[in-house]
């Protein structure tokens, strides 16, 4: 008899161990698979991808003077500048601290309809610093252009990037893929905070999360064979609380929209949920009561959409399975919660709640903008994908000219984004 249950956990163990391994195998190959640059500017120099001051929404801000204009976006990440009298130069709002005595080149890709010479100024505290500017041609009608530039006593800070002495016979330039690096030397463009990661290493990730869930069913099963449910249900509900607390601590501390213990607002509320819904499975509704309401607490302040769609479908749940005698007590205490949310965090929370339904909504434009961007790369890899992790590299070479938002490192959909960056093996998988 104790053979038999040995062996029957045994076949139990092999078939998990054989399902995850299936999915490290199929989701990986994917990533083997894919795609090996997402961007697709050249470059001149043989060094290494180096670090990227310039953020990725650079191009976003640049303008023209004078006078002031912004410029015109175009589908493959450059900004378009007319011709027009008056023009000085073309530079941005944004600016990056740096150190004295510090060696750093700037550089930027350029197109035109005719000829056209520019020159690279580092635009410090200290005024313009124009400098000597090189010009690479690169194919395809595409110019890089690069200056270095060594920080002096006063220079503070780089504001940029920063074009002037713009002349020649043209009508229109286009502007994009700017680099500010340490060194005297321009290196392959990198998106700033947007890594390109290598086949290997997005297969490595890929295996890794698949081993990651493994290692959570067995840590689960190995667990709750140790600890009573119910004492586990209320270890988990006191988390959700201190959770909660530190969230209500910078809601006070006048951050718009919090994160207690998580990296950002939308995983605080939606930790919330999930926490409250561990409670409910584990310890039972009268438990799952005090979850719910820390719930409805992170789901307030942090002001994610997609928690406050959860939350709600979690709640109406629990509501429906409650004791016909509790379901008066509970609802009011769920109103309770919502009200006190209404009172510490003002209207304008609800308000974007509420931009939910409203198709018209900035937040929700643009959310279906980056679903088509989206959709795009999963058309163009429906098998592999762009790759893992990708997909800001990609959006920012693919936005819409009328983009409402420069940078999205995510695709906002879960679905969405697994498609577009693994295909339909990683979603298979």
Known sequence: M???????????????????????LVGGASQLLGPIEAVKVPWVGDQGPTRNLFSPETPWY??????????????????RFYRREGLLGISSDLYYSVQQGTILTQSLYFRSDGDITLQLSFWTKRGRQIVPTRVVNVGGGLKRAYATYQISPGDEVVQGPDIVQIKGD????????????????????????????????RFVWWFGTALLGLLVFYGASYLLTHVDRSRAALMITLGLVIHLGVGVWQHFSNEPRVAGLTA????????????????????????????LVAM???????????????????????????????KLA??????????LGLFLGGQERLGRFMTITDLNAASTQSRLQIWQVAWQAFKEHPL????????????????PP????????????????????TGLLGMSA
């Open 330 to 339: 509970a609802a009011t205490l769920v109103v309770l919660a919502i009200d």
């Open 2 to 24: 104790v053979l038999g249950f040995r062996r029957g956990l045994f076949r139990r163990q092999g078939l998990l161990w054989a399902y995850f391994l299936l999915v490290g």
């Open 170 to 201: 043209w009508t229109y330039v286009d502007i994009g893929y700017a680099q500010l690096e340490p060194g005297s030397f321009p290196s392959a463009y990198q998106s700033s905070g947007l890594p390109d990661p290598t086949r290997t290493e």
């Open 384 to 399: 592999t994908g762009i790759g893992a992790n990708r997909f800001g590299l990609y959006y920012l070479e693919h936005r």
């Open 264 to 291: 950002n607002p939308n995983i605080f509320g939606a930790s919330g949920v999930v926490l409250a819904s561990l409670v409910w499975l584990l310890g039972g509704w009268r438990l799952a009561l005090i979850a």
């Open 402 to 421: 009328d983009a409402l938002g420069p940078t999205a490192p995510h695709a906002h959909n879960l679905f969405l984004n697994l498609l577009a960056e």
């Open 62 to 79: 640049l303008f023209s003077y004078d006078p002031m204009r912004r410029g015109e976006w175009r589908p493959d990440g450059f900004v």
């Open 296 to 326: 409805t607490g992170t789901v307030w302040f942090s002001g994610s959409r997609a928690a406050f769609l959860g939350g709600a479908c979690l709640g109406l749940a629990w509501l429906g399975g409650l004791p016909r005698a509790w």
